[in-house]
């Protein structure tokens, strides 16, 4: 398989190759999704955009759909076709916790600096 994505389409593209180090602290990242997430500008207004967010084995763990991914990770390197089940599971599962706005407040200030040097 030479995609790099195990999952992509409109809503979620999953990415676990050439995954950047985390902004926050330097750590490896585990993988990066890159999801639709809108928000309310300040008339109340749907505003569409792209978000992407790193897992991060130190800062993710705070959130407990990314603790579980980081643990599938500890326990077993490579996505095999047993897990990519449950791994495509608990990414659903990470990105709705992210989209509910449970975001730590130092990866949105890391995302940010990203977004204005042009990574984003
Ligand atoms: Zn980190």
């Not at 505003?47 to 407990?64: A, D, F, Y």
Request: charged share 25%.
């Amino acid at each position: 398989m030479t995609d790099p994505a195990l999952l992509s389409d409109d809503e979620l593209v999953i990415k676990v190759v050439d995954v950047s180090d985390c902004l926050a602290c330097g750590t490896p990242g585990l993988l990066l999704v890159r999801y639709k997430h809108s928000w309310k500008n300040h008339i109340g207004d749907d505003v569409p955009g792209i978000r992407e967010t790193l897992l991060c084995p130190q800062c993710s763990r705070q959130n407990s759909a990314a603790a579980e991914l980081i643990a599938l990770f500890a326990v077993d390197e490579k996505m095999s076709l047993e897990n990519v089940d449950t791994f495509g599971g608990l990414v659903v599962a990470w990105v709705e916790s992210l989209r509910l706005g449970s975001v730590d407040e130092e990866l949105l200030a890391a995302e940010h600096d990203q977004w204005q040097r042009g990574a984003l």
